[in-house]
């Protein structure tokens, strides 16, 4: 099958913002993008994007998952960077056309449409390092994904980076390209002198996130995530495990989690952790690796708890249990 993100549906919509206001909706080829070499965009990185999915259910329906959240951190995203405000009702409208006109191409679950919501800015200003774009580009772009964990989902080893960190801590919450060119050279060293899967940046021992994913701890009846501040991004996939966790009955612990405090309860036999991300689901983390050290988390395997959060949002976003949160948005 071919790698996540790499099949693209042949159209997208677009939108462009000029002179103060935000064009019509066109549904465009989805091939190329014309863009002056000065763009705003590809000098001062002022980018920013979203990740969500719709799904197909057994009734033949398509329904897009917590659409009003991804659509609600875009905005957020776009103003601390400075780029033009998006009109988010017009947002809402071309991810619910663009999917509407590629229902058919949905794939049948576990797969989904994976949708990409783009924000760019596209004044040719190179003087403009430290002055906003005054134009921009908004296109969302789709793409159908398979099965992420065909194949298994193995449970991932993480390195602990206790020393660097994934972006400026005051760009964390904001999805924007930068931040991960930034945690790149990290995680390509983790990779080939740890054999690590991914990267938990722990700044002065603070656990915080991977490069795309929220981390959480299940210690028993509770789920331990740090608290939101301006320091990571705020996952949608973390606040829906975190409910539906509530949902059961389960303590939600969120608050600040040191390396020590980890490491200690992952020596625990029951202890589980899981990264969660709207492409990752939620994946478990069976190792965590701190300098030459590897240590198990719990078993070392999935656990019970990780999978069965995991299999209770699936039956949500797949439309084989209620919906009592109003996360669906079905597409006509
Ligand atoms: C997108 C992303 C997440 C997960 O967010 P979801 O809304 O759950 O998909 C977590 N961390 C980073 C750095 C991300 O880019």
Known sequence: ??????????QMALAQYDNGAWSQTEIVSSNSLTLHPGAHVLHYSS??????????????????????????RM????????????????????????????KDDVPET???????????????????????????????????????????GKALSLLLEEDGMRCAPHMGMVKSGGNYASALGPILA?????????????????????????FILIDGNEIITKSLDRSFLHGITRDSILTLARDRGMTVSERSLSVDELLERAAKPGTEAALSGTAAVLTPVGTLIRGEQRFSVGSGEAGETTLALRKALNQVQWGESDDPHGWLTPVK
């Open 190 to 214: 983790a990779k080939s002198r740890h054999d690590a899967d991914q990267v938990l940046f722990c700044p002065n021992g603070d656990v915080q996130e991977t490069g795309a994913a929220n």
């Open 1 to 10: 099958m071919a790698a996540f993100g790499t099949v693209f549906m042949p």
């Open 47 to 72: 980018t920013c994007f979203e990740g969500l999915k719709a799904f197909r259910h057994a009734d033949g329906s398509v329904n897009i998952f917590r659409m009003d959240a991804n659509i609600e």
């Open 75 to 102: 905005a957020q995203s776009s103003q601390l960077l400075n780029l033009p405000a998006i009109d988010k009702a017009q947002l809402k409208q071309m991810i619910i056309d663009i999917v509407a006109r590629f």
């Open 110 to 152: 576990p797969g989904s449409m994976y949708i990409r919501p783009t924000h760019i800015g596209t004044e040719a200003a190179i003087g403009k390092a430290a002055a906003p774009t005054e134009s921009s580009l908004l296109y969302v772009l789709l793409s159908p994904v398979g099965d992420y964990f065909a194949g298994g």
